[in-house]
């Protein structure tokens, strides 16, 4: 039998979200849209409210609680804020390649500082030479004794001036097809944050470019086997960095209904609300169908997670079709407010610029479809 339906405790948590979403990060948005970067204290209240705890197993400090319950976390957050959603989901990306792939002493070293937020992780793959084809990365290593060295430089990373725990994606520099994961530390000689971009939408999360002069690793930080680099990052990408893209397109998608509806009821012309015009209606209708279906095909794949199964093609067709469907709401949601929805005062300008930027995060809808059409032809 297939139950679609939340467990109580999952209702519970998602109302426990949405009031830490509504009290603690709500009120920080201005400020984070005009800084560009989430402030100490909202890192504070999500480690505080445990929200970078959800995947960590509890045996290194977290609360096992998985990816459905990742994804209600998401989702109610990214309703207020896409912009905190993507810098946590960010976090928990980095998180995942080493609760999957690190030793006994890297978990024991790292997580627990994780769970708390005393410690923020990223995950750097994409270079100016590689997005979408993360094997035109030019980031290579070298073995120096126990040590690696790194060279190259990263782009476009969520989080880069705030994260100090980095999973770094970088090729051998003696065999171009041998890819090997690291974990880069802030502080480790050689690497530094340096450009910080200015994004369309998402203003409140940090994006930036990462830098490796000689970087020195130690041999203990090899993340995965030497030459698994490629696996170690794309199986977290494939699954926690698309699923965590869901969560922030679902939420987006319900902040434009819940905009609209509220406009719709108040804005009156011709002597009623536009809410009794029926082309309005239709156009309600459309983001709660497109929210509905994303619901389904997004908790599904977290779903196959939790199960231990692999859910990378699940999340390549939910990914497509939320993000797609959040920017369409967010036009749609526009629309709706008329000269209003061109006002700065109204959310629904922001949910339309934070949008745009739903679309490359973890891979363009063009690779999706990649990732999909291979899966229907394999
Ligand atoms: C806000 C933001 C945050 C990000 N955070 C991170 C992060 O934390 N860590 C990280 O490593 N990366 C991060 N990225 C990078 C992101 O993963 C890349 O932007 C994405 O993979 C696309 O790569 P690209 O930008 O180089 O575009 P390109 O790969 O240059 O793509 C250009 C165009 O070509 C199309 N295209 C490419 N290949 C194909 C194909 N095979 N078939 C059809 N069309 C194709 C694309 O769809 C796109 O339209 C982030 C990006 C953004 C915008």
Redesign the pocket.
Known sequence: MIDFTFTEEQEMFRKAAREFAEAKIAPKVPEMEETGKPSDELIKALGEAEMMALTIPEEYGGLGLGYVARLIALEEISRVSVATAMMLQ?FGLGIEPIVKFGTEEQKKKYLPGLAKGERLA?????EPTG???PKGGRTSYKKDGDDYIINGR?C???NAHIADTIVVLAKDEEDPEAFSAFIVEEGMEGFKPSHEEH?VG?RGCN?GWLVFENCRVPGENLLGEEGKGMRVAMSAIGEVGRGGMVGCALGLQAACLEASVKFANERILYGKPISKLQTIQNKLAEIKIDLEAGRLLGYRAAAVQDKGMRAGNEFAVAKYFTTEAAQKAAKIAVDIHGGYGCMEEYPVTRYYRDAI?LG????????MK?IIARWVLS
């Open positions: 960010i990223t995950v750097a793959v994409t997005g979408s084809d990263k476009f990373i969520t994004k998402m994006t930027v490359p995060s973890a891979g363009t809808s063009d690779i990649v």
